[in-house]
């Protein structure tokens, strides 16, 4: 295999495709040594067949807003590939939302779930319908259009969602009734869902709390733990929220958080009501972090900057795709930063991956470090199967040593022989490994 041959015929193909064309970039410069010492996979053509979806449904989305007007979205499911088990992956719901954001998010989602240990494909979906500012019901009916044309694709052992940006325990329950109604069926089919119909404990947490299990273990590698680190961490969301919440928890100090109006400098650092008060942000401020400072006046609000010109021990992107640059890895490595993991999918741009890991710094890549969220969510299909509630302990615990064996994992496939690892190789390797196996063994289908 030759990473720009194949790169060459994907860039003519899918031109336009930035992010999709990034992501499996930097799987197939990891994976190129290992791949070609096993030629049983070239001759099967693997990559080919692992880099294109398996299939895509592209549908209209039409709903009516609270004074009748219509509104045309277009929906997406991108269902990429089942080789290790039911497709399985969030919808993502906001206005920046292509193909090319859904194909990229796909294709990481198939190697993530396959670090997860849990039997699970990977796919991803959703649409360019913006929830922010929208009523319950006009929401609603933008749900149950979506899941109307979706209904037939999805099932609990065909093609599992969740949630993602956009899409929280609202939105799930909207489309989780309407899929049972027109299913007939009270099978699980969403993950994401709430407590009293099926949901899993620990899963609103989960993204976050498994990507502060992850750090430690990187930080425990090195002889050092997360308790009285400075972190910074970007978003405000659910996700910022669980891993502001356990980095807390074990004795950190969260110093901002941010959202797309800028970022907010706490020097006392996040607190219990704090973080709560970040949830009653999300759900009521449009999408806007600066309130914060008003309700907290110790904290400055620094508007349309990023949080990553901070001094920090620890930087955890939580909020989208590319959203730290190789100027913003500059500035963290000048001002000694110790780890970056990237709690949001594909948070840093190549530039910035490749000045960690040239610089070899901590740095651990979004597939291995926020795989907590959908472990969860397939501990939430084992209990939905069973017909059985975990504890939060119980789940909690799992949840740890599904973390702990995917760091495991990245340090057997990216230790070099100076000891340091390389966790973008080694999450790409020990994922892609185990999907183009149980390709191979599935024979072409
Ligand atoms: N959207 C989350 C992710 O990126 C969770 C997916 C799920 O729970 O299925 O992994």
């Not at 009734?177 to 609103?204: D, F, H, Q």
Request: charged share 25%; with cysteine.
């Amino acid at each position: 295999m030759k990473v720009e041959e194949i790169m060459l015929r994907l860039e003519a193909k899918y031109a336009h495709e930035r992010e999709y064309l990034q992501a499996v970039r930097e799987v197939l410069e990891s994976i190129e040594i290992i791949y070609n010492q096993h030629p049983e996979f070239e001759k099967a053509k693997i990559i080919e067949r692992i880099v294109e979806p398996d299939r895509i449904f592209t549908f209209k989305v039409p709903w009516h807003d609270d004074r009748g007007e219509i509104h045309v979205n277009t929906g997406y499911r991108v269902q990429f590939n089942n080789a290790i088990g039911p497709y399985k992956g969030g919808f993502r719901f906001h206005s920046s939302v292509t193909l090319s954001t859904l194909k990229f998010l796909g294709f990481e989602q198939t190697f993530k779930n396959a670090l997860t240990t849990l039997p699970m494909g990977g796919a991803k979906g959703g649409s360019d319908f913006n929830p922010r500012g929208k009523s319950d019901a006009e929401v609603m009916r933008f749900c149950q259009a979506f899941i109307t044309e979706l209904w037939r694709h999805i099932g609990p052992d065909t093609d599992v969602p969740a949630g993602d940006i956009g899409v929280g325990s609202r939105e799930i329950g909207y489309m989780y009734g309407w899929y049972k109604k027109l299913a007939r069926e009270n099978t699980g089919v969403l993950t994401g869902k709430g407590m009293t119909w099926g949901g899993s404990l620990i899963r609103p947490e989960a993204t976050g709390f498994g990507g502060v299990y992850f750090v430690e273990h990187i930080l425990q590698r090195q002889g050092l733990s997360i308790k009285d680190k400075t972190v910074v961490v970007s978003g405000f969301g659910n996700v910022a929220w669980g891993a502001a919440l356990k980095a807390t928890e074990l004795g950190a100090k969260v110093i901002a958080i941010s959202g797309p109006d800028g970022y907010i400098y706490d020097k006392t650092g996040l607190n219990k009501a704090k973080i709560d008060y970040m949830l009653y942000l999300r759900a009521t401020c449009n999408d806007v972090v600066q309130p914060y400072s008003e309700e907290f006046p110790e904290a400055v609000f620094f508007e349309g900057r990023r949080p990553w010109e901070l001094e920090c021990d620890i930087a955890l992107p939580c909020a989208i795709q590319n959203e730290l640059n190789g100027d913003d890895a500059r500035q963290l490595i000048d001002n000694g930063v110790i780890c970056v993991a990237e709690i949001s999918n594909m948070g840093c741009t190549p530039e910035a991956v490749a000045l960690f890991i040239k610089e070899k710094k901590l740095f651990a890549p979004g597939k291995a470090v926020n795989a907590g969220g959908v472990s969860v969510s397939g501990l939430e299909m084992t209990q939905n199967a069973m017909k059985l509630n975990w504890t939060k302990e119980e789940v909690d615990d799992k949840l740890k040593l599904i973390m702990s064996n995917i760091h495991e994992s990245c340090v057997k496939y990216g230790l070099q022989s100076d000891g340091y690892v390389d966790y973008v190789r080694g999450a790409n390797i020990a994922g892609f490994m185990k999907v183009a196996q149980a390709v191979l063994e599935q024979g072409l289908c």
